[in-house]
């Protein structure tokens, strides 16, 4: 069956701390893309980042990173020198294209960044 | 500017009253998909559309419907809404049903009494 799992419910840290977030995934299928989505207070779902199953290259984009490894179902999605506007629920969501193309999510974590 | 766009926003209504929650995006996607969100649940697919007239259950579609009479539009409608229904409800488009990423729009607030 399709999973993602997100353990850490919720994390507080202090801004410019380095922060992690874990997402682990099942998927049957080969093919399958996986997803960070940012949903700041203000409720919207922002698009952070999509990876395809077939590319397993760690990708860094400013202050974010992620970081996919196939061997262990992982996806995981780090912030480096944390601020405020960081403070956020993530949530990480799989998609299997060739079936229905949903997006399947984590429950999310919540990120709390204290000045 | 391309976007999803939801309307209401919020909405409070009480148990058995017929509501519609209109979604609309300007950037020609063919598929578009409901979902819920709940605390501890994450987002759950409520129904799913690849392209006009064509629409199928996701994985909560129990007490609602939707139509695709037109690609931009893709309205969810709550026949006669209970009280778990309450929830945030977002839509979301993408250009086709393969690797393209979904879009969302703002959400929708509805609380049922």
């Known amino acids: 069956a399709q999973k993602v799992t997100q353990a850490q419910t919720e994390i507080s840290v202090v801004e410019k701390e380095d922060v992690t977030l874990d997402c682990v995934y099942e998927t049957r299928d080969t093919t399958y893309y996986l997803f960070w989505y940012k949903q700041p207070p203000s409720g919207e779902l922002v698009f952070l980042i999509r990876?395809?199953?077939?590319?397993?290259q760690n990708e860094i984009s400013g202050r974010y990173s992620w970081n996919f490894q196939k061997s262990t179902s992982s996806f995981n999605f780090t912030i480096t020198a944390s601020q405020v506007v960081d403070s956020a629920v993530y949530f990480c969501a799989l998609s299997e294209p060739f079936n229905t193309d949903k997006l399947i999510f984590g429950t999310g974590t919540r990120l709390q960044v204290f000045p | 500017e391309a976007q999803v766009t939801q309307n209401p926003r919020y909405l409070i209504t009480v148990t058995g009253k017929k509501l519609t929650v209109t979604c609309s995006q300007n950037m020609n996607h063919e598929y578009m998909s409901w979902y819920r969100q709940d605390p501890g649940l994450g987002l759950r697919q409520i129904y799913y559309s690849m392209n006009v007239e064509v629409t199928d259950k996701g994985d909560v579609p129990e007490g609602y419907k939707v139509s695709r009479k037109e690609k931009r539009n893709f309205p969810l409608i709550l026949e006669s809404p209970s009280p778990n229904q309450t929830s945030l409800y977002f839509c979301a488009s993408s250009l086709d049903s393969d690797e393209e990423t979904q879009y969302f729009g703002p959400g929708t607030r509805l609380l049922v009494l």
């Open positions: 990876r395809n199953s077939f590319d397993e």
